[in-house]
Every structure is written in structure tokens, then in C-alpha cells.
């Protein structure tokens, strides 16, 4: 009697290690050969608009934060491995992301596809003392690209290009399909900037920004870009007392009194630029880098751009 308790033990411990193989084995196949394929992206802005285009057919994991600073923000571990695992890499290039581009760099080495958007949207060139950045930028890319909706239209098209051509299992209709669709929103929100600016009168389509980020938009829309708060391209910089009195300058001479800042950083410096000015300026907050979470006034790339449309018309107008 004991014997055959014992073989049945036996059996019944037998047969629950067997299962617990087959359970670990088919949980470590899946994350093997049936793991879906994978694009990373850099910035949350980017990763908004390959979202648009990827649909279902793949995960896209985006590195950026909601609210940060795609000049300061870096990566952990975890999320350097995901860049080197990744079958394609999206992220803007020309400099923005200052401290992931070596890890973009060493996927690419690891033979990674990647694919920088901002390098093959027509990038403008920083100009010393106006339209965009210090002397020391002069010449240089300027890789705010996406202020120019037109632009984000070229680099959305390619960004399906790059899906269909190395993302290995997407379904090349799928993903052309939910960038046409995509493509139409953006032309739509580019008719309605162009309708919405129309308001403002040629004597007030001056900008004045916390950092150099709205050239695509001045050119594309008819703007005077008359200076910025921290006269740089990257928010890393700071600015001069000098600095601050050549734009007060610029400002009076253009009879300029409204300032755009970025939402998700502290408009101190701005403020500073309001006492040197009497205190008649009006600090407008923008959306200029990075998207929010969800439903706090910029989770896509159209609301982003459309509130600020918005926001630049009635600070300019004074409606």
C-alpha cells in the first residue's frame, strides 16, 4: 500500500514539474521568435506621429517623458537596452536630443535601423541676431522642425516608408492607410493655422520666445522672429545681462510686448525680461517641446499645435 502511495506521489510530482517546463518553456518562446516587432522612438512629439502611422502593426515605445526637455532628458539603462533591441529607431537628430543621441549612435552600430526625422524634413539654418540662435549657431541646423506642420507631413511619409521597409511582420497596407488618414489631418491643420494667423495684422507678426524654437513656423507662416529670452536653439544655454538688454532693444524698436514661454519649464527668465521692460509685457504660455499627458491641453501633436495657434493669435491680436 505505502509503495504505491509512494509511486503516485511520485507521478503527481513528476507531472507538475513537467507542466511547469512547459509553462516557462512556452512563456520564453513567445518572448523569442511570436514577440512583437518593436519601433522606439526618441521625443514624445515624434512618438505621437509614428503612433499615428504604426496603428496596431507593431509596439512603439517612446523615451521621452510628457513635460520634459528633449535637450536635457536622458536615458536608464533599461532604456538604452530597448534602443539596441529595437527593429527601428526614430528620433529628430540636428542636435535636440543632446544626451541620447550616443546611445542612438551605438544601436546604429549594433545595425539598428534609424531614422532621423528632423535630417530629411528640409532643415533651416540658425541666423546670428535674428531668426534663430547666437553667433556661435550661425550656420547651424535648426531641428524644431516640427513647428512647420508641412514638414512633419514630409517626415511622417518617410517614417511609414521606414516602418514598411524595416519593421519585419507589419502589414504594409495597414500602415499606409493610417498614414494617408494622418496626412489628411495634418493638411487640414495647416489650412486652419494659415485661416487662424490671417487675424493677426502684418504689423504684429513678431516673435518674441523664451528659446529659439518657432523659425519653421515664422517661415512658414510670415512671421518676424524679433528675438529670444535665452538667445540659443537649446534651453541648456543662458543668457547675458547684455543678452537681455539687446532684446529689450529689439522689442521697443518693434513695439513687441508680448513674450511666448514654454509651458512646461519656470518663465523666470521671462519674468526677468518683463521687469526690464516696466513690467508691460505679457508672458503667453506655449507647448513648444514636448507634449502633456493626456488631457491636459497637449497629448498629440494636432491638439499641441492647434492650441497654439490659438494661444500666439489672441496674444498677438490682444483680442
Request: hydrophobic share 40%.
Amino acid at each position: 500500500m505505502s509503495v504505491r502511495v509512494g509511486a503516485a506521489r511520485m507521478r503527481a510530482l513528476l507531472l507538475t514539474l513537467v507542466t511547469f517546463l512547459l509553462v516557462a518553456g512556452t512563456a520564453t518562446g513567445c518572448s523569442g521568435g511570436d514577440e512583437r516587432p518593436r519601433v522606439v522612438v526618441t521625443t514624445n512629439i515624434l512618438g505621437d506621429i509614428t503612433r499615428e502611422i504604426v496603428g496596431d502593426e507593431a509596439d512603439v515605445s517612446v523615451l521621452m517623458k510628457p513635460n520634459a526637455d528633449p535637450h536635457s532628458f536622458g536615458l536608464s539603462a533599461v532604456q538604452a537596452a530597448e534602443l539596441e533591441n529595437a527593429d527601428l529607431v526614430v528620433y529628430n537628430g540636428l542636435g535636440l536630443e543632446e544626451n541620447v543621441l550616443r546611445h542612438v549612435e551605438a544601436a546604429r552600430a549594433s545595425g539598428v535601423a534609424t531614422f532621423a526625422a528632423g535630417e530629411a524634413a528640409d532643415p533651416l539654418t540658425f541666423h546670428a541676431g535674428e531668426e534663430g540662435g547666437s553667433d556661435d549657431e550661425a550656420g547651424e541646423s535648426d531641428p524644431h522642425f516640427w513647428t512647420d506642420p508641412d514638414r512633419v507631413r514630409k517626415a511622417a511619409g518617410l517614417i511609414a516608408d521606414h516602418v514598411v521597409e524595416h519593421v519585419a511582420g507589419v502589414k504594409e497596407k495597414a500602415v499606409r492607410d493610417n498614414a494617408a488618414h494622418y496626412d489628411g489631418q495634418l493638411a487640414d491643420l495647416t489650412t486652419w493655422m494659415e485661416e487662424s494667423f490671417a487675424t493677426i495684422p502684418e504689423g504684429r507678426r513678431a516673435l518674441v520666445t523664451n528659446h529659439h524654437v518657432f523659425g519653421y513656423l515664422a517661415d512658414r507662416f510670415g512671421f518676424r522672429v524679433i528675438g529670444a529670452v535665452i538667445p540659443s536653439g537649446t534651453t541648456l544655454a543662458s543668457p547675458s545681462s547684455s543678452d537681455l538688454r539687446s532684446l529689450t532693444r529689439a522689442m521697443e524698436k518693434a513695439k513687441v510686448r508680448t513674450v511666448f514661454a514654454d509651458s512646461s519649464r519656470p518663465t523666470r527668465l521671462a519674468e526677468i525680461l518683463r521687469q526690464e521692460m516696466g513690467g508691460d509685457v505679457d508672458v503667453v504660455s506655449l507647448y513648444s517641446e514636448s507634449l502633456t499627458e493626456k488631457g491636459k491641453g497637449a497629448g498629440t501633436y494636432l491638439q499641441m499645435m492647434r492650441a497654439n495657434t490659438s494661444a500666439m493669435a489672441e496674444g498677438l491680436t490682444g483680442d
